[in-house]
């Protein structure tokens, strides 16, 4: 079992800069590839961006690449996402998720999630 926490969110003006962080419990953190995806109010989950078990590969949409960037730390249990250049549309309930499944966009990929944590960004 992996138990996920998010924070980091908030009210933050179009332009600025959130950093999101996802604790991970137990010992097989390092195991698992990590994944974050947003909702917002209406439409479906979507991805954002993930990061191999070893932190050496990294994925992201085409909306938010060269803004954000994922990391993950093994020895603290902790995956982040730094969030630049924010714009409204990044609006949304972000959850963090663990999973071992090659393919990373998918939601279905992924066995444990977060509670989330709401980032919104205004004009």
């Known amino acids: 079992q992996v138990q996920l926490v998010e924070s980091g969110g908030g009210l933050v003006q179009a332009g600025g800069s959130l950093r999101l962080s996802c604790a991970a419990s137990?010992?097989?953190?390092?195991?698992?590839?990590m994944g974050w995806f947003r909702q917002a109010p209406g439409k479906e989950r979507e991805f954002v961006a993930a990061i191999r078990s070893s932190g050496g590969s990294t994925f992201y949409a085409g909306s938010v690449k060269g803004r954000f960037t994922i990391s993950r730390d093994n020895a603290k249990n902790t995956v982040y996402l730094q969030m630049n250049s924010l714009k409204p549309e990044d609006t949304a309930l972000y959850y963090c998720?663990?999973?071992?499944?090659?393919?990373?966009?998918?939601?279905?990929?992924?066995?444990?999630w977060g509670q989330g944590t709401q980032v919104t960004v205004s004009s």
């Open positions: 998720a663990a999973g071992r499944n090659f393919v990373l966009a998918n939601p279905r990929a992924y066995d444990y």
């Open positions: 137990g010992r097989t953190f390092s195991t698992y590839n």
